[in-house]
């Protein structure tokens, strides 16, 4: 685990030792490795800034789930900015069959409106819409295909 930390350390003596320490939330990183999906995958989650909407900041955080119910997924939320935008982390397992996809993750950009996460890429648009505190759903739309699955907040 790694922490970055901006502050003040101040150690005051007196009959038992005590150490005060204060972090600015906006460095304060943590993280890890993550195994699921098939695959082991380094993370980091960066706290959101007190300046980002509670909206944005919603989002933040580890969220697994199952395209159409079989093919495993997780969304790291690594970090959310007051303007909307967030950094994810995806990762999926592999499914086989006439539609066969390989394990794999990759980081991607996205952008945050009113309670819907919103990634465009050149094929593929990923839409995640904050049910509840704990609950995503998900679509993703490419040429030709639509699938959904719902994601839980771990």
Known sequence: MRLTL????????SASFAVTLTTDAATAQNGGTLTDCEQ???????????????????????????????????????SVKSDGTAALLYINGSVGGQYAVKAGNARFSATIVGNKLTSKGRTLTWEF????????????????????????RR
């Open 40 to 78: 082991t995958v380094n993370y980091t989650l960066t706290p959101p800034a007190s300046d980002v909407p509670p909206n944005v900041r919603a989002f933040s955080g580890i969220w697994s789930g199952k395209w159409e119910g079989h093919l495993c997924s997780v969304l790291v939320v690594e």
């Open 129 to 152: 819409v904050l049910q509840s505190p704990t609950q995503l759903s998900a679509t993703r739309t490419g040429p030709g295909y639509s699938h959904s699955a719902t994601y839980t």
């Open 6 to 13: 901006s502050g003040t350390l101040a150690i005051v003596a």
